[in-house]
Structures are given as C-alpha cells and as structure tokens.
C-alpha cells in the first residue's frame, strides 16, 4: 500500500477528488477568497518538503537584532534543502511588497493575525478592527472569535448611506478610544480602502498601524490596488486568493517589529512550519514577479467591473453600486430571496457563491439578505470582459428560477458550455 497510487490504496478519497475536479471544471467559481494555483504550485505542494521538520528559521539572529542566514537556526539537522526554499520565499516576498522583514511560517490567515497581536500587544489591550458585519473577518475582533474574547476590540463600520468607510469617524473614533493598534481590511469591501490614511491615524494617536490585505494580496503587487507598504508597521496576507498561491499566510513588518514577530509565530504560537507549503509559496511569489502577473491582477479587476454592470442591468442592487476591486457584494432584498436561497439555487446552477450579510443586514449570518462574488478564479481560466456578460445573465437566470430544478438543470447546462471553453489545467 505505500507505493500504491491513491487510486488502488484508497478508492473513496480518489473518487472524491475527482468528483470535486469535475465539479470545478464544470462550473464556475464566484467566491473571491478562491483562485486554481499553477500546477507547478501544486507540485511543490505535494513534495518530500511535506516530510521534514525545520523548527527554528533558516537564519539566526544576533544579539542587536540583525539576521544571518545560519543554519543554526533550526533546531533540527537536516534542513539545508530546506533552507533554500524559506530563504526563497522570504526574499521573493520581500521583493513583491518592499518588505523590511517578511515571515513565512503562518499556517493560515487567522493564525498569521493573533500572532500579529500576541507580539505586540498584551491580553486586554484595546484595538479597533472592521466589524464583520460591515465586511470585516472574524479575528479582526469579533466576539465568537479568539481576537475578541482575547482582546478589547472596538469595532467601526461603514456609512449606512453609502456604505463606504468614513475616515473622519473612525479617526474620531481612535482619538476617543486610544486603541494600542488599528487595523485596516476588509474581506466583503468592494471599493479602495486607503492604507495611507489608516496609518496617519494611527500614527496620530500613537496606535501601531495594521493591514490585513489578505483578499487583495495579488491586485497590490500586480499595481491593480494601492499598498500598504512602506508606511504600515505590520502587514498580513494569506498566499492563496489573488495572490494565486497555497493555502498558507505571510507576516511582513518594519524592522523595528521583526524579532517581536518572529518570537511569536515560533515558538509562541506555532511548531513545525510546513515547509512543503513554503515551497509552494516561493513558487507562487515567483510566478507574481513575473510580468504576466500584472496583467493578471488588473484583469481581475476589469472583470469584476464588467461582471458589477451586468449583474446592475439585470436589476442586481449591488452594495456601494460597484466595485474598485475583485468582489461583488449584491444585496438581494429586491429579488425576493435570501442568501442562503440564493447560494443553494446558484450552487444547483453550477455556480459557486457564498452567502453574505450586507451592511445593516436585518437577516442573520446563516440567513444573510446579500451574497459574496468575485473574480479571480475565473480570470485565472482565461475569462474577459465578455464572458462576464453571460456570467451575469445565468446568475439573473438561476436566481430567477430558483424554485424550479428543471429549470436550473437548463442553466447548469449553460454553465458546462461556458466552462468548458476554459479549462483549469490543459
């Protein structure tokens, strides 16, 4: 069984997986927090880089502060292959951002930014975050989650009148509140937010600055999205999403934040770092320097612009009437239907969407009254301006017939046309 293919060795797991490569190549994936990395992430995902254990970092870092690579480092032999890829990863990542210092070693999101406030705050500190209702995540401080039982979140949102962030409040907000840290991202805003004026607050009321820029890693470096860098102490990311990567997160800081970092992700919060996933994020970092990529990331942005008007010509209600970005947030209280409705019709279409509370919401987060879109994973197939047309016009459709499963059977079939114009992996 060892050396067998996971088709002899277990056929349940294998019928799985290739039930869940048809249902992508089929259909369409709308969630923006999804993307199909190159194959050649996939590979380095799968490698003998799973095997090895590299606690520690591939440099060591000196009394006053600065860094060598050394393989002293880790505390495990055996790692000198290993190394090459981290350093890779963190030199390529420094690259695409301007990045004083970059972390590789978070698992996930959500780790990457409790880690942020484990090394620098102080169980209890005060820190204002987006409130998920508005568009925020979960660990920028809502109370279900770990940030905001750990810590004193204060939370602002956005204008009920226009649904954009309304900078003089949350700068009122911060001189009120005295906050040890602000954070700014968002993962359900569709327009520009400005990282500059985030960190001018901050500074202001002398916070530190954060940015979770997770949902638009990829537009930042590909120059489809203003950065954070260089004026924000801390930067988080995941690695999959736009930026086209693994499953996995970064944390990149000023200097001055780094050994606080470093100590905090290992060994405060984390062990072993995954370094076949660090492979593939110095793969995906490679692919971003390329560039292709910027045509890439400002395609994304055309798309989700077209996808925006065509869902709008069909009397979609969008929130904020648009997007600058790669997300759509359409409020469906207009179209008599949930969210949850929608999802389930869509998905029976063939399109995949998450369900999603609007700003003001009166429906709940299992029953929201919006649902969540984007483009990424489509740009990534090859999709233009003129397929987000006939994106829009099976989402009007599905939605539309969504009581009647012999009519959303039709606009599967539509979908599987569509899809198949544009595979995945050739």
Same mark, same amino acid.
């Given at each position: 069984?060892f ?7 277990? #056929? ?7 039930s ?7 259909g369409?994936?709308?969630i ?8 050649s #992430? ?5 490698s #003998? ?11 060591f870092?000196?009394?006053?502060g ?5 393989k002293t480092?880790?505390y495990? *032999?055996?790692?000198r ?7 890779l990863?963190?030199e ?6 301007g ?6 070693? &978070?698992y ?7 880690e ?8 209890g ?7 998920l ?8 401080g809502h109370?279900?989650n770990f ?9 602002? *949102?956005?204008?009920e009148?226009?649904?954009? %962030? ?9 001189e009120?509140?005295?906050?040890k840290l602000?954070?700014?991202g ?10 500059r004026?985030?960190a ?14 997770a949902?638009?890693?990829? %537009?930042?470096?590909?120059d ?18 736009? %930026? ?19 100590? !905090?992700?290992?060994?405060?919060m ?6 076949h ?6 793969? !995906?970092f490679n ?33 904020t ?17 949930t ?8 998905d ?7 369900k ?8 709940? &987060?299992?029953?929201?009254?919006g649902?969540?879109? *984007? ?7 090859g999709?233009?301006e003129s397929?987000?047309?006939? #994106?829009?016009?099976l989402?009007?459709?599905?939605i ?6 012999s ?10 046309e569509l ?8």
């Amino acid at each position: 069984m060892f050396n067998d293919s996971l088709e002899k060795s277990d #056929v349940d797991v294998f019928n799985a997986i290739v039930s869940e490569d048809n249902r992508t190549a089929e259909g369409l994936e709308l969630i923006p927090s999804e993307n199909f990395p190159s194959k050649s #992430v996939l590979q380095a995902l799968g490698s #003998v880089m799973n095997n090895k254990y590299a606690e520690g970092y591939p440099f060591f870092r000196k009394k006053d502060g600065t860094v060598e690579w050394d393989k002293t480092g880790r505390y495990y *032999g055996g790692n000198r292959y290993i190394d090459v890829v981290e350093k890779l990863a963190i030199e390529r990542a420094k690259k695409l951002f301007g990045a004083e210092h970059v972390n590789v070693q &978070p698992y996930s999101g959500s780790p990457a930014n409790i880690e942020v406030y484990f090394a620098l705050l102080v169980f209890g500190d005060r820190i204002m975050g987006m409130s998920l209702d508005h568009g925020g995540h979960l660990t920028h401080g809502h109370p279900v989650n770990f940030s905001g039982r750990a810590y004193n979140f204060v939370q602002y *949102g956005v204008d009920e009148e226009s649904n954009l %962030l309304d900078y003089d409040n949350i700068r009122k907000m911060a001189e009120r509140e005295q906050p040890k840290l602000i954070l700014s991202g968002a993962t359900a805003y569709p327009r520009t937010i400005d990282f500059r004026e985030f960190a001018d607050i901050a500074k202001d009321v002398g916070a530190i600055s954060m940015s979770d820029i997770a949902h638009i890693a990829g %537009l930042i470096v590909g120059d489809a999205h203003p950065s954070p860098f260089p004026f924000t102490d801390v930067v988080t990311t995941t690695t999959h999403k736009t %930026l086209r990567g693994p499953r996995g997160a970064m944390i990149m800081c000023k200097k001055d934040f780094a050994q606080k970092i470093d100590k !905090a992700v290992f060994p405060g919060m984390q062990g072993g770092p995954h370094e076949h996933a660090i492979a593939a994020k110095a793969v !995906a970092f490679n692919e971003a320097l390329q560039p292709g990529f910027k045509d890439y990331a400002r395609q994304i942005v055309k798309n989700a612009k077209a996808l925006a008007d065509g869902l709008m010509s069909h009397g979609f209600k969008l929130v904020t009437d648009g997007t600058d970005n790669h997300l759509i947030l359409v409020d469906l209280r207009n179209k008599n239907i949930t969210g949850k409705e929608a999802e389930a019709a869509l998905d029976e279409a063939g399109i995949t969407v998450n369900k999603n509370t609007i700003p003001y919401d009166t429906g709940t &987060p299992w029953n929201p009254s919006g649902i969540r879109l *984007g483009t990424p994973a489509i740009t990534t197939r090859g999709m233009k301006e003129s397929e987000m047309k006939t #994106v829009a016009e099976l989402i009007s459709k599905a939605i539309d017939v969504a009581d009647d499963d012999s009519l959303l059977e039709k606009v599967r079939g539509n979908v599987r046309e569509l899809s198949e114009r544009f595979p995945i992996y050739s």
